[in-house]
């Protein structure tokens, strides 16, 4: 079955404890994505990837690393959580994503809900 | 940055009502794509419409773009309690070239059975 799969689904930390937020896809997807979802919000993105070893900022990068060293794989890194970084958390993929803007849907995992205390 | 922006932020209907959301968009896009959600789970893909095109369809799903009014609305034909969950219009930022979907906030639909 096609899908993207985070773990952990909930996590409660505290501030300043590291943290890593795994996202694997198994739909050989060359783009991956992580965004966060807040209330009012909608949902932000943080960090976007467009293949094995190309990363790039989204929106709201602050406080967040990513890194894509296999094409399956995009794991979301919280050096130094921070309550203002308690969100739901998404990971998704897309076969898609050409230059130009032009981009095919997004699978999406089910999602991360993260509390730092 | 939020390029959708959805109207209504709620709705409430009975089942086998139509519901229709709008959303706005500021910058020239290359496709526009409707998205589901169920409350706390993953965002699924509904419907994407390119900006060429000015109407699709799904199934009970119908989607028009006007791109001269940078708009675009969902209709949900013969509602059922199941279709209860939120809502979001997503597009490409086609000015930047920047590779992502932006989403707006979001329309809850509340069907009542």
């Known amino acids: 079955e096609a899908q993207v799969t985070q773990n952990p689904r909930y996590l409660i930390t505290v501030t300043g404890k590291k943290l890593t937020v795994t996202c694997s896809q198994n739909m050989n997807h060359e783009y991956m994505s992580w965004y966060r979802q807040d209330p009012g919000l909608g949902l932000r993105q943080i960090y976007y990837?467009?293949?094995?070893?190309?990363?790039d900022k989204g929106d709201v990068p602050e406080g967040y690393k990513v890194s894509r060293k296999e094409k399956r794989n995009f794991p979301l890194i919280l050096e130094s959580p921070s309550p203002n970084q308690t969100s739901l958390y998404f990971c998704a993929s897309s076969l898609l994503m050409l230059a130009g803007g032009n981009t095919g849907e997004l699978f999406f995992g089910e999602g991360s809900r993260l509390t730092v205390l | 940055s939020q390029q959708g922006e959805e109207d209504p932020q709620a709705l409430s209907i009975q089942e086998g009502e139509n519901a229709t959301m709008n959303c706005s968009y500021k910058t020239s896009i290359n496709n526009l794509q409707w998205y589901r959600q169920n409350s706390g789970r993953g965002l699924v893909h509904l419907i994407l419409i390119r900006s060429n095109e000015r109407e699709k369809h799904s199934g009970r799903l119908r989607v028009t773009l006007d791109t001269s009014k940078k708009s675009s609305s969902l209709l949900i034909t013969a509602s059922r309690a199941a279709d209860t969950a939120s809502y979001f219009c997503?597009?490409?930022?086609?000015?930047?070239?920047?590779?992502?979907?932006?989403f707006g906030s979001g329309t809850r639909l509340q069907v009542q059975p």
């Open positions: 990837s467009m293949n094995v070893e190309v990363t």
């Open positions: 997503a597009t490409d930022d086609g000015d930047t070239g920047r590779r992502a979907l932006t």
